[in-house]
């Protein structure tokens, strides 16, 4: 009996996961309506600044940590690349930790025994999306929406602030904690929060998937480092076994 509706309540969650970038239209859509596009141009120039910063770490920085590490870029895109695109939809890392640690073990070669740990532990520690990226350029967002100056000080607050909140943030949906944080702690506005709300779940997608990247990256570099990552399994030589449907499915958090 509990099994069964805890079936049904992952259902649910699954659907609205997926329904949810139809929700965020119709709210894009109502700011749209009630302030006009001055509003809405500000926002569409953040979405776009944070899709290209996250892209930039996910496609230039991660591969570069590979590259200097002697691992194959494509073989880790195509052992991580199932986790990557679950984070994308699910919006979530804890959501989608069991798939993020099967594919460190059967496709990136970690120990299973360090995966168990590294996983749980990456999942909230290590959100280069969420906790370092959106909140120092959505610091700068509002700080110009609002007319304010920000000063070379500010920056390295704003620095300071994204890169100690990137190991204390939940693996949850959203980044609201780390954007009232870092705009407190600038003395930003903190309606600035609520505008940037209405656009945060088509933001979400792609900082979840750098986080995953990420989570995924960090194990298997140390593991190369420490002399215990299965060489012929990242290669590719080992075929990794198959996926079950439970596998496929995000954790409901």
């Not at 659907?15 to 500000?42: D, F």
């Not at 900082?207 to 990420?214: E, I, K, L, S």
Request: glycine fraction near 8%; hydrophobic fraction near 50%.
């Amino acid at each position: 009996m509990s099994e069964s509706a805890l079936e049904i309540f992952q259902k649910l969650v699954w659907w609205i996961i997926k329904l949810a970038p139809i929700g965020s239209a119709a709210v894009i859509g109502k700011a749209v309506a009630s302030y006009g596009w001055n509003l809405v141009r500000p926002l569409a120039v953040f979405s776009i600044d944070v899709y290209v910063g996250c892209a930039l770490v996910l496609f230039a920085v991660y591969p570069i940590i590979l590259k200097l590490h002697g691992l194959s870029i494509k073989r880790f895109f195509a052992g991580a690349w199932e986790s990557i695109t679950l984070g994308f939809v699910s919006r979530s890392s804890v959501g989608t930790l069991p798939v993020t640690q099967r594919n460190m073990t059967q496709n990136l070669g970690v120990p299973a025994e360090y995966a168990a740990f590294a996983a749980p532990l990456g999942a909230t520690t290590k959100m280069d999306g969420c906790a370092a990226i959106y909140p120092a350029l959505a610091a700068i967002t509002v700080a110009q929406m609002f007319g304010i100056s920000l000063s070379f000080t500010d920056y390295l607050l704003i620095a300071f602030v994204a890169v100690v909140g990137s190991a204390a943030t939940a693996g949850l949906t959203g980044a609201v904690v780390m954007l009232t944080l870092t705009l407190s702690t600038l003395g930003l506005p903190l309606e600035g929060v609520g505008l940037l709300l209405a656009i945060d779940p088509i933001l979400d997608m792609i900082r979840t998937a750098t986080n995953v990247a990420g989570q995924s990256l960090v194990p298997v570099i140390v593991s190369k480092r420490n002399g215990i990552l299965d060489r012929a399994r990242y290669d590719g030589h080992t075929e990794a076994a198959p996926a079950t449907e439970s596998d496929k499915q995000p954790v409901t958090v």
